[in-house]
């Protein structure tokens, strides 16, 4: 595992990085009821593992942003609850990452992702939730299976290094 300790100045660097992948990714959405379901997780996924709880969040949550801006806002100030939300995801994915290993965080963090979908509720309706759940368990596996190997595959190449 790469966890040596990172400047204040390289862990920003890589926040905008990361941020600027989910960017990227935000342009990649999946055709759903909410515009805003996309992939632009992945590296917030990958900073949890990679970084932390901090980073996770970080990019995580401005990665949601992003991708609600490119939808246009469709669930209105809710976004603001979902960044929150995603926020929570990377710090989950990093948490359990550290105690259990990488599967049980992309696990952990793939979980809260897809409970979060009852946030929708209150603008779509409760019969919405399941239909939005499905297509955010879609993209939040391909997100986070996207991460780790990502990472996996760096922290392989890293061992021959040390």
């Known amino acids: 595992m790469y966890n040596k300790r ?3 100045t390289r862990l920003l660097s890589e926040v905008a990085l990361f941020s600027a992948l989910s960017g990227l990714g935000a342009l990649v959405p999946i055709p759903s009821p909410v515009g805003s379901i996309a992939l632009d997780s992945f590296p917030g996924y990958f900073m949890a593992l990679w970084r932390g709880a901090l980073g996770g969040a ?3 949550a401005i990665g949601h942003l992003l991708s609600s801006f490119r939808a246009g806002f469709p669930l209105g100030p809710l976004h603001i609850a979902i960044a929150l939300l995603m926020a929570a995801v990377g710090v989950v994915t990093a948490v359990l990452k550290r105690r259990f290993g990488i599967i049980a965080g992309l696990i952990g963090g793939v979980s809260v992702n897809v409970a979060g979908s009852v946030l929708v509720a209150p603008v779509l309706g409760w019969s919405m ?13 391909i997100n986070a299976a996207t991460a780790g190997v990502i990472c996996k595959t760096l922290e392989r190449g890293l061992r021959r290094f040390d």
């Open 58 to 60: 970080l990019v995580c």
């Open 129 to 141: 939730v399941p239909v939005v759940a499905t297509f955010l368990l879609v993209a939040s596996v």
């Open 6 to 8: 990172v400047s204040k």
